[in-house]
């Protein structure tokens, strides 16, 4: 980067799974940080367009973290250009490009499709990461509370996942952010193995002592009953538009962007499943 590498880089969703471990990964290696979201130090809504040239003001990059189902990234992406920023890292998800992968109506899906192309037709330096589902959901995410309940309720059959851990999203990202060679890249990203439900919870059964099991439900009626549980219809469809990509066997795949972005292999479910035992994540 140049002169303006001294300005700060905004990370959107730095309270998140990701952006807080960009956060940290960049403040490790120097890097000075605008942290922000809804309830951060710098207030930044997708939603509320004023928030976002005071986040804008001054940065030299930004690490984009969308908010599903929200159209408005082309135009977040237009302002930050306005502003100087340089270098754009997009968090999209893996999938995106492939036909049949969301379902067909998914406004989540064809809203990252358009950031993505935003992104590209820029003319700023841009690099775009595509993740497979997050080990960190059993930790931090959607299926914390069901493992520590101890039942897992999923529409996902008897698929395999080859979750990725954030850590790994965010030692990605924070190359894409500081480093050359990234810019007009497309990684995609995924763990080194592929874990079915039960294997996965059964992982997290030996080194916890916690028994979870992982009960599949039917497709069919899934998003029904989450709207049903006080879910918004939105969030319920994509919600369900993602789970449809494990259900139809598409997660088990292992993508080669940590191998190929960082020169070395993708941390393991295992080595995921011990880090989040030791912060407690499932026991305190
Ligand atoms: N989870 C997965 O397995 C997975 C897999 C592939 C791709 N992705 C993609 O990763 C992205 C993040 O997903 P996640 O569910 O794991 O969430 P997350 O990053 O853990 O949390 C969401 C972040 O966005 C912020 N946020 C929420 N609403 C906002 C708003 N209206 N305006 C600004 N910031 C807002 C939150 O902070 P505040 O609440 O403080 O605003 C938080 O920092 C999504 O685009 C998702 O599609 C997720």
Redesign the pocket.
């Known amino acids: 980067m140049t002169e303006t590498t001294q300005l700060p880089i905004l990370v959107?969703?730095?309270?998140?799974?990701?952006?807080?471990r960009v956060v940290t990964a960049l403040r490790a290696r120097g890097a000075t940080v605008r942290v922000?979201?809804?309830?951060?130090e710098q207030r930044?809504?997708?939603?509320d367009d004023r928030t976002w040239g005071p986040a804008l003001a001054a940065v030299s990059a930004v690490y984009l973290?969308?908010?599903?189902g929200?159209p408005t990234g082309p135009a977040f992406v237009r302002r930050a250009v306005d502003a100087g920023v340089e270098r754009i890292v997009l968090?999209?998800?893996?999938g995106t490009d492939v036909p049949g992968y969301f379902a067909a109506d998914d406004p989540?899906n064809q809203a990252?499709l358009d950031l993505e192309a935003a992104l590209r037709a820029s003319g700023i330096e841009w690099t775009i990461l595509r993740?497979?589902?997050?080990a960190?959901?059993f930790s931090?995410?959607?299926f914390r509370d069901e493992v520590r309940a101890g039942e897992l309720t999923l529409p996902t059959g008897a698929a395999s996942v080859s979750f990725v851990d954030t850590e790994d999203i965010a030692a990605v990202a924070v190359a894409a952010l500081l480093d050359p060679g990234h810019a007009g890249e497309t990684y995609e990203l995924s763990g080194p193995r592929a874990v079915t439900f039960d294997e996965a919870l059964a992982e997290i059964a030996a080194v916890t002592g916690r028994q979870a099991r992982y009960v599949p439900v039917d497709p069919a009626g899934y998003t029904a009953e989450l709207i049903a549980r006080g879910l918004p219809e939105l969030d319920a469809s994509m919600w369900a538009s993602?789970l449809n990509g494990i259900h139809r066997g598409l997660e088990a795949k292992i993508s080669d962007g940590v191998q190929r972005a960082l020169g070395r292999p993708a941390r393991d479910f295992t080595d995921f499943v011990r880090a989040a035992a030791a912060t407690g994540a499932w026991t305190a």
């Open positions: 959107l969703g730095g309270t998140g799974k990701t952006g807080s922000a979201s809804r309830s951060a930044f809504d997708w939603t973290v969308p908010l599903d929200v968090l999209s998800a893996r989540g990252r993740p497979g589902w997050f960190q959901n931090e995410g959607f993602a």
